[in-house]
């Protein structure tokens, strides 16, 4: 298995994942499964900024992970928030925490200090798989989200990813990164 930047090639592969999570579960809020076009055009925005990244084995893509931004404002530049999902074969092999550790290693190569991760709750796997990576719980809104009949309440988590330092300099643009992802 390899970890390495997804493409727009990896659309099809991705939305194997994600679409079911779209239209079976509370997991993400999203009601619609996208197209592939629109999917690779997500790909490439986030990829502007900031890491997306698809663990392959033999030409599968057996999951992915990625950054986006956390807020808009200007004083938030230094957060960003993350997302994983693996295939339903894949899970329990490791991926999630290589994709992870990998995505956390190219966030402080870019010079964010924080990571955020939003689960729509109950998901116990997801809450103690982070607090595996060292996510805190920091809050939660509740009954934020309407989906399937039901409203739902998201938990944040947080995890420092360098510390912090006094007058930082704004993260680089993921596109200036020219190391082998091997080697994070």
Same mark, same amino acid.
């Given at each position: =298995?390899?970890?390495? !930047? ?6 099809? /592969? ?9 239209? %079976?579960?509370? *997991?993400? !809020?999203?009601?619609? *499964? ?9 790909? %490439?925005?986030?990829?502007?900024? !900031?890491?997306?990244? *698809?663990?392959?084995?033999? /030409? ?5 992970? @990625?950054?986006? $931004?956390? $807020? ?12 994983? @999902? ?16 990998? +995505? ?5 190569w870019q010079g964010y200090y924080n990571a955020y991760a939003g689960i729509t709750m ?6 103690? !798989?982070h607090r595996s990576m060292g996510f805190e719980p920091v809050g939660v809104y509740t ?13 944040? @988590?947080? +995890? ?8 930082? *300099? ?12 091997? =080697?994070?």
């Amino acid at each position: =298995m390899i970890v390495r !930047f997804a493409t727009s090639a990896d659309a099809p /592969g991705i939305l194997t994942i994600y679409a079911p999570y779209i239209t %079976q579960s509370i *997991v993400t !809020f999203e009601y619609e *499964v996208p197209t592939e076009a629109e999917f690779a055009e997500r790909i %490439q925005i986030i990829q502007q900024q !900031f890491p997306y990244l *698809v663990a392959e084995e033999d /030409g599968r893509v057996l999951g992915y992970a @990625y950054a986006s $931004r956390h $807020r808009d404002r200007i004083a938030y530049q230094w957060s960003a928030e993350t997302s994983v @999902y693996i295939h339903p074969d894949s899970h329990r092999l490791g991926i999630a925490r290589q994709l992870y550790t990998t +995505l956390f290693q190219l966030l402080r190569w870019q010079g964010y200090y924080n990571a955020y991760a939003g689960i729509t709750m109950p998901n116990p796997k997801s809450e103690a !798989f982070h607090r595996s990576m060292g996510f805190e719980p920091v809050g939660v809104y509740t009954n934020i989200g309407y989906k399937l009949g039901a409203w739902h309440s998201v938990a944040w @988590y947080q +995890l420092t990813v360098q510390p912090y330092s006094t007058n930082p *300099v704004p993260p680089v643009s993921i596109t200036t990164y020219k190391g082998d992802l091997s =080697m994070t």
